[in-house]
């Protein structure tokens, strides 16, 4: 079992709807939660980080945290063509940061 | 603020010759920095940790003696790709972290290396 699990994808939803990306994690003891977005050809960049269970909003995204369920996903409300990117889910457990290997989004005029 | 550079964007090189890419975090102090390599639409690839002031911890099928990391400063680590190989044109992509692995890490722009 990967470590870090994400639905490759591709994800495409049109513009304005809400893009819904999720991660699993099978590390119990993971404490903090991270979402990066990649556009193609470019460095990952941090959008989110949250570190308890519930809800964290930031703008128009919305990480959302189960640690009972191992899982976190990210909401993008009001999608843009500019949202198109790769999201990485990064977590950290015991180690080091892990990284998922990302779900591509693509959000259609 | 967590402004991370390196140096250089991109490199052209011939088979057999050693590149060396900076990584420098401008605005904060890196105990720990992260080389990757991401090939065209996979995934990122963890190929090092490295610790100011220690030698690097290289990921499972990684070569140390190829791919040589030196942290010398809590700003800067460099990685030197030696006899470069066409296998080895990648995107390079270094992080670092302020608090060590257990925090948030900010990636740097990436380095494209292509080897001819």
């Known amino acids: 079992q990967k470590e870090v699990e994400q639905n490759s994808g591709p994800l495409s939803v049109p513009e304005g709807a809400i893009a819904s990306l999720n991660c699993t994690y099978s590390?119990?003891?993971?404490?903090?939660f991270f979402w990066y977005r990649q556009y193609s050809g470019k460095s990952p960049e941090l959008i989110m980080f949250?570190?308890?269970?519930g809800d964290k909003e930031d703008g128009r995204f919305t990480a959302q945290l189960n640690k009972a369920s191992q899982y976190v996903s990210l909401l993008i409300r009001d999608s843009q063509p500019s949202d198109s990117a790769t999201y990485l889910c990064?977590?950290?457990?015991?180690?080091?940061?892990?990284f998922g290997a990302g779900t591509r989004l693509t959000v259609k005029p | 603020g967590a402004v991370v550079s390196q140096h250089p964007s991109w490199v052209i090189c011939k088979s057999g010759t050693s590149v060396k890419i900076e990584c420098r975090s401008l605005?904060?102090?890196?105990?720990?920095m992260f080389w990757y390599r991401q090939f065209p639409k996979q995934s990122l690839m963890l190929m090092a940790t490295?610790?100011?002031?220690?030698?690097?911890?290289?990921e499972q099928g990684v070569e140390k003696d190829k791919f040589l990391i030196n942290h010398a400063s809590l700003t800067l680590s460099t990685l030197t790709v030696t006899s470069a190989h066409p296998e080895d044109s990648s995107f390079y992509i270094c992080?670092?972290?302020?608090?060590?692995?257990?925090?948030?890490?900010?990636f740097g722009p990436g380095t494209r290396l292509l080897v001819l």
């Open positions: 992080s670092a972290s302020p608090a060590g692995g257990q925090e948030t890490q900010y």
């Open positions: 590390d119990r003891g993971s404490q903090s």
């Open positions: 949250i570190y308890s269970n």
């Open positions: 990064a977590v950290i457990g015991r180690g080091d940061m892990r």
């Open positions: 605005d904060f102090q890196a105990t720990t």
């Open positions: 490295s610790n100011e002031g220690s030698k690097a911890t290289y």
